[in-house]
DNA sequence: TTTGGCACTGATCAGACTGTCCAGTGAATT
DNA sequence: AATTCACTGGACAGTCTGATCAGTGCCAAA
């Protein structure tokens, strides 16, 4: 199940110039087109490599705003409102987790008037109790596997 | 600033068959090739296109549980306590946030016990005063974008 | 109305890459 | 000793890429 070191270092480098192609990778990392060309469809097959889906910048489109959300919903209604979460546009991101709060909720807008929509939306969503929301004001650290990946090359 | 049909259409189609090359794109959509290709420059430079990072599945590679902290820092430690948080491997993500919470902290582990010691890890983290945290159960609505593409279409 | 500027089309070009084979090597397993 | 497996290095045809160019339609400024 744990990635080997060339697995590693190859999506290392996928991570750092994503358009690399299969030959190139070869020259970089020093093996055969061939073996790259397999790992990567091992890697795919394995549900590892699940994609490259484009990064867009949703603040570059104009929803500038992050904000989260922890909501605690009524017993046994998770699904339901999770659905009803995935029908507003502006979310973005929903978890179901242990503690206080039932789910996590990421929703992205345009602007605070548009936050304020975005975040009565969420709140008036049936079976929501309880909310408390938070606004995003910068990203420390944004996603990110790479360290994850690094310690596997050296395994 | 906003995105006009055609872009929002490219993006969607990149969404959904990110490895599309220049051309099939252009057939897909019904237009010239160079269009594409302008097209595709021009989001790259004004940086909503920011690239095809690979997307490797964590639970794949042994990182099944995904955990969130909220944490209340001392005043003005933001970025001392941020830059403790980026150097933990399983630290993935980290949002200052307005709100009872200060940072919002999101971590991965290969199990329970190992879960323990990230939560750990990240609790000592030098002026980091209360904490509270939570385990994702599950992730009904994983990241995504698509349906503010799809409404930029119909712009 | 005329003139630019702009985006799009459709085409061409050489160069590079892709998927797909194959034979050969070395290492580990049986 | 035989088998399996991953990797190498080479080959092939087909396809895509980046670049460039002339031509067209549209909008807006003059």
Redesign the pocket.
Known sequence: MDL?P?DARLLLLLTDEP?????????RL???????????D?LSRRGVLTGFPPAVDLGAIGYGLTAFAVLEIAQGRRGEVARRLAAIDEVCEVHATTGQGDLLVRMVARSNADLQRVIDEVVDVEWVQRTSTSIALSTPVPPRVRPLLERAVST
Request: hydrophobic share 40%; proline share 0%.
């Open positions: 080997d060339l358009r690399l192609g299969v030959l190139e990778c070869s020259r020093g093996v055969a087109r061939g073996t790259i060309q397999a790992r990567m091992r």
